[in-house]
């Protein structure tokens, strides 16, 4: 049964009387995520404010001598999550193997900081059991003999809920007990239940309630839960809801499905940990010499934070999962889905990481892009590295070629092609100059045309992603941004994948950009490629390399214009 909180009790009453005037109604639990992951209570308002201040408090009990219990696993969740709490901008109070009286101590300084904040969070993770309808979290030197000891020797849940309802500030409440068989015994109680409902409050448990949590395979490092949690809650622009669904994910695959988180949003906001990052102005760099105005190397602008999403086209679910009625956690369940099920990608939803799909009965819904992730093989090219000196103008042909670039690992595939990008020599051939001729200048004037309709792409790929354009961002870092199509032939139509073709911009990880026109998913047309170092070649490309006319621009004002195939000029 799920718990309701009684409206905030007169300040005069006692705290035990404001723990227990509570109703008992109807269960509050909404429809299954990953099959079987209730969410409860959800609320949708106005988005919280990015900035404020922020307070925390992270209580690990590991050590319970009188039990007899002694684990590494909370010390270490709790410097993960500590870690990811600072990252966030929250000032981090950490209570390692308190007893009960430093533990309610603890809790009184944190609600008395909690006033003068914007935004509160309390981390739990050691033993905790549930008796009836009442859920306790166990301080170290608890040590009951039975169930009427609970009261005495261990925090009250719904109490501290309350208190923290009653502080009128928002809070989220995390729960991530370790496994408490021999507590339960002892006890007759089991593992924790459904907690209070309190406005303000934002409360996730690790396990769903009334099962135990998974005992995790390896006892060093964080548990799955914690891990995950604090590797997704602090990824820029990315909900706190949404954050959780792939903490579900991962936490479901790490168990096999026998442990899947649960969470009851009252917080009446959209929570968003750490606001999305602005790109950085672009700087555009001095023109060098004897190089007309129209030639002037584009400004590298700073890859946008976008939420991960999959352009139209079809996918295979990466895992287990649920297809959803509408694009919310906590929504719900249309369907199962299978590992290995086929899905098509109609469209983006404009917040968070969903996806409208139809599955392979043709009913519509919805799943996050974490669900199709590993369906795309990651297309990221090689990027190019350091030059340094070079006798001979490396090739931008195969890789493995003496040029320092290692080929990819045997037994690997990439059915989408992918450029893989040489360095061009570190100075210019013979004299280190050239004077342009006339096809090397036209080319050149078609690449720049070809960078403005690529960055007009980029653009409309980030604003008004659709059918044609979208933003990807690869595994290794890498992001395109532009416009797409449907293969007709070769292996991406057999696979459903979409390809790169038109005009768009590809940021790899070092920093190289190539700003132009593609074919087939690789650079082909006319097209600019900049360098890590500020220089850059304008021109012609044919199946992901330069190939044709066009100019190299040294980054010490020098230029070499001609026939070029790869990094090589063909009419020296």
């Not at 799920?2 to 109703?23: L, V």
């Not at 533990?103 to 935004?119: C, I, K, N």
């Not at 135990?212 to 914690?226: C, E, L, N, R, Y």
């Not at 996050?368 to 590295?385: E, H, I, N, Q």
Request: proline share 10%; no cysteine; net charge neutral.
């Amino acid at each position: 049964m799920t718990k309701t909180a009684p409206p905030p009790a007169n300040p005069a009453a006692s705290r035990a009387t404001r723990r227990w005037r509570r109703r008992l109604g109807a269960s509050a639990l909404t429809a299954a995520l990953l099959a079987a992951l209730p969410f409860g209570g959800m609320q949708r308002g106005s988005a919280l404010a990015d900035s404020g201040k922020r307070v925390a408090l992270v209580i690990d009990n590991g050590r319970y001598s009188a039990l007899d219990s002694r684990s590494d696993q909370p010390a270490a969740n709790a410097s993960a999550m500590a870690a990811a709490l600072r990252s966030a901008g929250f000032s981090v109070t950490r209570a390692d193997n308190v007893g009960r009286v430093a533990m309610d101590s603890a809790l009184e300084r944190f609600r008395e900081a909690l006033g003068g904040a914007d935004l509160g969070f309390v981390y739990y993770t050691g033993l905790a059991v549930g008796v009836g309808e009442r859920e306790f979290l166990l301080p170290a030197d608890a040590d009951p003999s039975g169930a009427d000891d609970l009261p005495r020797a261990a925090l009250d849940l719904d109490g501290l809920l309350s208190d923290l309802r009653d502080s009128g500030r928002r809070t989220v409440v995390v729960i991530d007990p370790g496994v408490a068989e021999a507590l339960a015994r002892k006890v007759g109680g089991g593992a924790l239940g459904t907690p209070m409902e309190a406005d303000g409050l934002f409360v996730v448990y690790a396990h769903r309630p009334g099962v135990a949590p998974v005992p995790p395979k390896s006892g060093k490092g964080p548990d799955p839960f914690t891990a995950a949690l604090a590797r997704e809650m602090v990824k820029p622009g990315v909900t706190f809801r949404d954050s959780l669904a792939e903490v579900a994910r991962a936490v479901a695959e790490r168990s096999e499905g026998r442990q899947l988180p649960w969470l009851q949003d009252r917080l009446g906001s959209t929570l968003v940990m750490v606001p999305a990052v602005a790109a950085a102005p672009a700087k555009p760099p001095a023109t060098p010499p004897n190089v007309p105005p129209a030639a002037t190397a584009p400004a590298r602008e700073a890859p946008p934070v976008t939420t991960p999403s999959l352009p139209p086209g079809e996918y295979e679910m990466a895992k287990p999962g649920v297809l959803f009625d509408r694009p919310a956690v906590g929504a719900r369940g249309v369907a199962q889905l299978a590992t290995g099920s086929v899905v098509t990608v109609l469209e983006s939803v404009p917040e968070g990481s969903w996806l409208r799909v139809r599955d392979p009965s043709g009913r519509t819904g919805y799943l996050t892009a974490g669900a199709l992730a590993a369906r795309w093989v990651d297309p990221s090219p090689l990027a190019a590295r350091g030059r340094g000196p070079v006798e001979a103008g490396p090739s931008f042909g195969d890789p493995g070629q003496s040029q320092g670039i290692d080929p990819p690992a045997a037994g690997t595939s990439d059915p989408i092609q992918t450029e893989q990008p040489r360095s061009f020599p570190a100075t210019p051939p013979g004299t280190g100059f050239s004077t342009p001729d006339g096809p090397a200048v036209e080319a050149e004037q078609q690449a720049m045309r070809a960078l403005g309709d690529a960055r007009s792409a980029a653009e409309r790929a980030r604003s008004h992603p659709d059918s044609r354009y979208w933003s990807y961002g690869f595994s290794g870092g890498d992001r395109y941004e532009g416009s797409w199509a449907q293969s007709s032939s070769g292996t991406n139509a057999a696979l459903g994948r979409p390809v790169r073709q038109g005009t768009g911009v590809y940021r790899f990880v070092n920093g190289q950009t190539y700003e132009g026109e593609w074919s087939g998913d690789l650079m082909s047309g006319f097209g600019v490629m900049t360098f890590t170092d500020g220089s850059r070649f304008a021109g012609r490309f044919r199946n992901g390399q330069p190939d044709g006319p066009g100019i190299f621009h040294y980054a010490n004002g020098g230029q070499s214009a001609g026939q070029w195939r790869g990094s090589v000029r063909l009419d020296e």
